[in-house]
């Protein structure tokens, strides 16, 4: 292990174990490098490692700080990988969706709130009045996050949402040249949100998986099309 690996394992061990928590300032470069056993240079590339990461913040003129180690944070990598990704890439995107999202359906089933169903409900409605494209994708990705948020679970949450941008781009292109699709889709919508107000898990768990598999297969169906 280098120099500069070295730095980032103990800086972050540093982090993980507590010693600086969410929100610590970072001691002055030369006393965290003698706390680390390192080189001041070495100091300065882990700080810089996981800056990138996430794990810290640099405030100019202020100092570097443990940023708050919420899963959107510390996630976002995984966020800027999927906005990057293009054709066939997408369908490894979905993929990973599919196996992820029903899951979280079920979850969400057990513990979703009267609440939260009825802002669902109302949600849906909006949707069988949307007749623009791009509103009509907005109010879906809004019908997926609000899903995922009833399932309570940070991670997950982060997860999916980081993973929806080449979804929404490709689905963009799908509902231009696939009118029914908006259709299909409203239908799916409602599936899943019957089983979530009964708090059905395995069905909810189904409806997600049929609606996800359908976006695989609409998706598959367009590059096959830019390919022939």
């Not at 003698?34 to 240079?41: H, P």
């Not at 996981?50 to 944070?73: F, I, N």
Request: aromatic residues 4%.
């Amino acid at each position: 292990m280098g120099l500069t690996d070295t730095a980032i394992e103990r800086l972050r061990a540093l982090i993980v174990n507590g010693e600086l928590p969410p929100g610590a300032r970072l001691p002055p470069e030369q006393q965290l490098a003698a706390q680390l056993g390192i080189s001041r240079g070495s100091t300065r590339e882990a700080v810089k490692a996981l800056t990138h990461a996430r794990m810290l913040s640099v405030k100019r003129g202020d100092g570097t700080y443990v940023t708050s180690l919420e899963p959107d944070e510390l996630l976002h990598g995984i966020t800027l990988a999927a906005e990057l990704a293009r054709n066939e890439t997408v369908l490894d995107v979905v993929e990973v969706r599919r196996l992820l999202e029903p899951g979280a359906t079920r979850l969400a089933a057990d513990r979703i709130t009267d609440e939260e169903l009825d802002d669902i409900a109302d949600l849906l409605k909006v949707m069988d009045d949307t007749h623009d494209p791009q509103t009509f994708i907005k109010l879906d990705v809004e019908f997926h996050n609000r899903i995922v948020e009833g399932a309570g679970n940070a991670w997950l949450t982060a997860i999916l949402r980081g993973l929806a941008e080449p979804t929404i781009r490709a689905r963009r292109e799908r509902l231009t040249v696939y009118k029914e699709v908006e259709d299909l889709t409203r239908a799916q919508h409602r599936d899943i949100y019957i089983a979530l107000r009964e708090h059905d898990g395995p069905l909810a768990e189904a409806a997600a998986l049929a609606h996800i598999c359908s976006v695989q297969r609409g998706l598959r169906a367009i590059f096959t099309d830019k390919n022939t």
